[in-house]
């Protein structure tokens, strides 16, 4: 059995005495005194628990197995695996250590002692200082064996500090009930206010949206035509710089790539914590625990987080219905004025164990290889890569039309476009799932911006101006089609408020955008958010021109020469065709095997984004924050997974 090492020293019997941790006294030369508690190793650990008969000798080599393998915790590997309960591994531990056993719950921490740290800190080292025992304070730990790690930070704020022991679930929520208000603050406002848009309104640029907006229906109103012919230019010039760009995408993504490298070999897996933030999820939850277990990741390295909204009854009385397995935790974010899924996601990351973070919506259905190509990528890259973004699909792609286009405009936007910006060296606006971010990275730039509808597409912008890339991962992730026809306009809105939010707030100061993106990604944002934007609200400019071929007069034929004419109809039908061919390849790219005659119905399908756009430009004044929440469940009854085979 190896020996006994110190974890930390005190200065006074009397300090330890009263915990009973087992503490040894050397007198010093001078009559002083230095004592010092001991820490079994973790084999040690494991053979008392072997002879208390807590666990079995098979289980008990193959924890150390995967302890030696993983360099985990001997605690998580036995908990994750089911081989002992918490109960019995805690009181076992405070047996072993020589340390209290501590219940923070009934007996709550002393807030302002949290506060000497932080309660952000409490959350991710897993302890809480608990109670003043003279002049020594009491620091609950979940992990008695980091303990040594933290002493010399914990002795430099509270002076003689002493171990006790407590769960880690116990440890989460006594410093989330005792500084909910303190974390409430942090969630909403970890980005810089530089880069946040929580502060729009106040520097005027809610004003200065409603003005051009004024002002546009006054030139409608005062001079149509004039107007009408500005807006034609703008339409044409930003249909045809997007055209561009999905063309460039196009051939960036058909050159010829690199067979991809074999998997390498790790030797010491990292851990990996996902996030999924559910709000009023009651039918998806009970799948989506399902589907996560299809997980292919050791359970003792895989940490799975449902975050849920404190007043969210209904999904917290879902999740309670079903047996959660021990590496997944339910994350109950307290009651705040904001409810969004970036705030959740704030609040989360602290509580995460894992280096890689990753987020899932909750309808995901990941392909169950998922995580270890993520770490397989992660390894192989630089620390510049600090994000890997997977290909989103859909499980219901024929649930009736809406579904179809959705599935196609997916298809296209995943499989060619995104692939293709990255090769082109664009910065990429990211989905809203299927993220995996290297923590240290994240946790730089201050996570999510609590504020921004999209928070995905903004963090993508985040990432390219700190310096950091995201890469797309050849990995698919299955989601529930939004296929009625009111809930889309909905989401889509929701989507558009948070682009126009995006470009507003990284163009406070254009120069500083170009000096940190440089001129190839400055321009591809202009690209993918002011022309995207402008295309959505002047489609119908852009569609009455379809008018004349038809035989239809046009009110600004006669202002335009017949030169220009044709080069409008030439660019509309250059971009069909770029459109139509982009499709076609991404849906020769899926399994779903839709007939391509589908594919030309997605002309009067997006009539749809454009009424999206203005609900997003109304609500960009009104009501800038509102999160146009998307339920999810009603095409998935069964639970089934198409080609996937996931359930």
Same mark, same amino acid.
């Given at each position: 059995?190896?020996?006994?090492?110190?974890?930390?020293?005190?200065?006074?019997?009397?300090?330890? *005495?009263? $915990?009973?941790? @087992?503490?040894?006294?050397?007198?010093?030369? =001078?009559?002083?005194?230095? #004592? !010092?508690?001991?820490? &079994?190793?973790?084999?040690?650990?494991?053979?008392?628990?072997?002879?208390?008969?807590?666990?079995?000798?098979?289980?008990?080599?193959?924890?150390?197995?995967?302890?030696?393998?993983?360099?985990?915790?001997?605690?998580?590997?036995?908990?994750?695996?089911?081989?002992?309960?918490?109960?019995?591994?805690?009181?076992?531990?405070?047996?072993?250590?020589?340390?209290?056993?501590?219940?923070?719950?009934?007996?709550?921490?002393?807030?302002?002692?949290?506060?000497?740290?932080?309660?952000? *800190?409490? $959350?991710?080292? @897993?302890?809480?200082?608990?109670?003043?025992? =003279?002049?020594?304070?009491? #620091? !609950?730990?979940?992990? &008695?064996?980091?303990?040594?790690?933290?002493?010399?930070?914990?002795?430099?704020?509270?002076?003689?500090?002493?171990?006790?022991?407590?769960?880690?679930?116990?440890?989460?929520?006594?410093?989330?009930?005792?500084?909910?208000?303190?974390?409430?603050?942090?969630?909403?406002?970890?980005?810089?206010?530089?880069?946040?848009?929580?502060?729009?309104?106040?520097?005027?640029?809610?004003?200065?949206?409603?003005?051009?907006?004024?002002?546009?229906?006054?030139?409608?109103?005062?001079?149509?035509?004039?107007?009408?012919?500005?807006?034609?230019?703008?339409?044409?010039?930003?249909?045809?710089?997007?055209?561009?760009?999905?063309?460039?995408?196009?051939?960036?993504?058909?050159?010829?790539?690199?067979?991809?490298?074999?998997?390498?070999?790790?030797?010491?897996?990292?851990?990996?914590?996902?996030?999924?933030?559910?709000?009023?999820?009651?039918?998806?939850?009970?799948?989506?625990?399902?589907?996560?277990?299809?997980?292919?990741?050791?359970?003792?390295?895989?940490?799975?987080?449902?975050?849920?909204?404190?007043?969210?009854?209904?999904?917290?009385?879902?999740?309670?219905?079903?047996?959660?397995?021990?590496?997944?935790?339910?994350?109950?974010?307290?009651?705040?004025?904001?409810?969004?899924?970036?705030?959740?996601?704030?609040?989360?990351?602290?509580?995460?164990?894992?280096?890689?973070?990753?987020?899932?919506?909750?309808?995901?259905?990941?392909?169950?290889?998922?995580?270890?190509?993520?770490?397989?990528?992660?390894?192989?890259?630089?620390?510049?890569?600090?994000?890997?973004?997977?290909?989103?699909?859909?499980?219901?792609?024929?649930?009736?039309?809406?579904?179809?286009?959705?599935?196609?405009?997916?298809?296209?936007?995943?499989?060619?476009?995104?692939?293709?910006?990255?090769?082109?060296?664009?910065?990429?606006?990211?989905?809203?799932?299927?993220?995996?971010?290297?923590?240290?990275?994240?946790?730089?730039?201050?996570?999510?911006?609590?504020?921004?509808?999209?928070?995905?597409?903004?963090?993508?912008?985040?990432?390219?101006?700190?310096?950091?890339?995201?890469?797309?991962?050849?990995?698919?992730?299955?989601?529930?089609?939004?296929?009625?026809?009111?809930?889309?306009?909905?989401?889509?809105?929701?989507?558009?408020?948070?682009?126009?939010?995006?470009?507003?707030?990284?163009?406070?100061?254009?120069?500083?955008?170009?000096?940190?993106?440089?001129?190839?990604?400055?321009?591809?944002?202009?690209?993918?958010?002011?022309?995207?934007?402008?295309?959505?609200?002047?489609?119908?400019?852009?569609?009455?021109?379809?008018?004349?071929?038809?035989?239809?007069?046009?009110?600004?034929?006669?202002?335009?020469?017949?030169?220009?004419?044709?080069?409008?109809?030439?660019?509309?039908?250059?971009?069909?065709?770029?459109?139509?061919?982009?499709?076609?390849?991404?849906?020769?790219?899926?399994?779903?095997?839709?007939?391509?005659?589908?594919?030309?119905?997605?002309?009067?399908?997006?009539?749809?984004?454009?009424?999206?756009?203005?609900?997003?430009?109304?609500?960009?004044?009104?009501?800038?924050?509102?999160?146009?929440?998307?339920?999810?469940?009603?095409?998935?009854?069964?639970?089934?997974?198409?080609?996937?085979?996931?359930?």
């Amino acid at each position: 059995m190896t020996a006994a090492r110190p974890i930390f020293a005190a200065h006074s019997a009397a300090q330890i *005495a009263p $915990l009973d941790t @087992g503490a040894h006294v050397t007198q010093l030369p =001078g009559g002083g005194r230095k #004592i !010092a508690v001991t820490a &079994p190793s973790v084999r040690s650990l494991g053979v008392a628990l072997l002879r208390d008969g807590l666990i079995t000798p098979d289980a008990l080599v193959l924890a150390l197995s995967l302890q030696k393998r993983h360099r985990g915790r001997l605690c998580d590997i036995l908990l994750s695996r089911q081989l002992i309960t918490e109960s019995a591994l805690y009181k076992a531990q405070a047996r072993h250590w020589n340390v209290r056993l501590v219940d923070p719950l009934t007996a709550a921490p002393d807030p302002r002692l949290i506060d000497k740290i932080g309660a952000a *800190a409490c $959350l991710r080292e @897993g302890l809480i200082p608990w109670r003043q025992a =003279g002049k020594a304070v009491v #620091i !609950a730990t979940a992990y &008695p064996e980091d303990f040594a790690r933290h002493y010399k930070w914990l002795y430099s704020v509270y002076g003689h500090v002493i171990m006790a022991l407590a769960p880690a679930s116990q440890i989460q929520t006594a410093v989330m009930k005792a500084r909910s208000a303190v974390l409430n603050h942090a969630a909403e406002t970890r980005v810089s206010a530089s880069e946040s848009c929580r502060d729009w309104g106040k520097d005027g640029l809610a004003v200065k949206v409603a003005l051009v907006m004024l002002v546009a229906v006054l030139g409608l109103w005062l001079s149509p035509n004039t107007v009408a012919l500005a807006f034609t230019f703008w339409a044409t010039v930003t249909l045809a710089l997007s055209t561009g760009l999905r063309a460039g995408a196009i051939f960036a993504s058909l050159r010829h790539r690199d067979p991809p490298p074999p998997a390498p070999i790790i030797a010491r897996l990292p851990t990996v914590s996902i996030m999924v933030a559910l709000f009023k999820e009651g039918k998806i939850a009970p799948r989506l625990i399902r589907r996560l277990d299809q997980l292919d990741y050791p359970r003792d390295l895989l940490d799975i987080l449902l975050v849920v909204e404190e007043e969210d009854a209904i999904t917290r009385d879902a999740l309670r219905a079903v047996e959660l397995p021990p590496w997944m935790r339910v994350v109950v974010v307290p009651d705040g004025p904001l409810k969004t899924k970036p705030r959740a996601l704030n609040f989360g990351l602290d509580l995460c164990r894992g280096s890689i973070i990753g987020v899932y919506d909750a309808e995901d259905a990941p392909e169950p290889a998922q995580i270890r190509k993520v770490v397989d990528r992660f390894y192989q890259r630089g620390p510049d890569v600090a994000c890997l973004q997977g290909v989103l699909d859909f499980y219901n792609p024929r649930t009736n039309w809406l579904s179809r286009c959705f599935t196609m405009e997916y298809a296209a936007w995943f499989r060619i476009i995104l692939p293709g910006l990255q090769r082109l060296g664009m910065a990429i606006p990211l989905g809203g799932t299927t993220l995996f971010f290297r923590r240290a990275a994240l946790e730089e730039l201050g996570g999510w911006d609590s504020h921004n509808v999209t928070e995905d597409a903004d963090l993508g912008m985040r990432l390219a101006r700190h310096g950091y890339r995201a890469e797309i991962l050849e990995t698919t992730t299955y989601e529930e089609a939004n296929c009625r026809a009111l809930p889309w306009v909905k989401q889509r809105s929701r989507w558009l408020k948070g682009y126009m939010m995006t470009w507003c707030v990284h163009m406070r100061d254009p120069a500083l955008l170009w000096r940190q993106l440089g001129p190839r990604k400055f321009f591809g944002f202009q690209i993918l958010f002011l022309c995207t934007l402008s295309q959505f609200m002047l489609a119908p400019v852009l569609w009455s021109f379809w008018l004349v071929p038809l035989g239809v007069p046009h009110p600004l034929a006669a202002a335009l020469s017949p030169l220009m004419m044709h080069i409008l109809i030439g660019l509309y039908l250059l971009t069909e065709v770029v459109n139509l061919t982009v499709t076609i390849m991404a849906l020769r790219m899926t399994n779903h095997k839709l007939s391509w005659f589908w594919v030309p119905t997605l002309n009067f399908y997006f009539p749809l984004g454009a009424l999206a756009s203005y609900k997003a430009a109304w609500e960009m004044v009104t009501n800038p924050f509102y999160w146009d929440k998307t339920s999810h469940g009603h095409f998935d009854q069964t639970g089934h997974i198409d080609q996937a085979g996931l359930r």
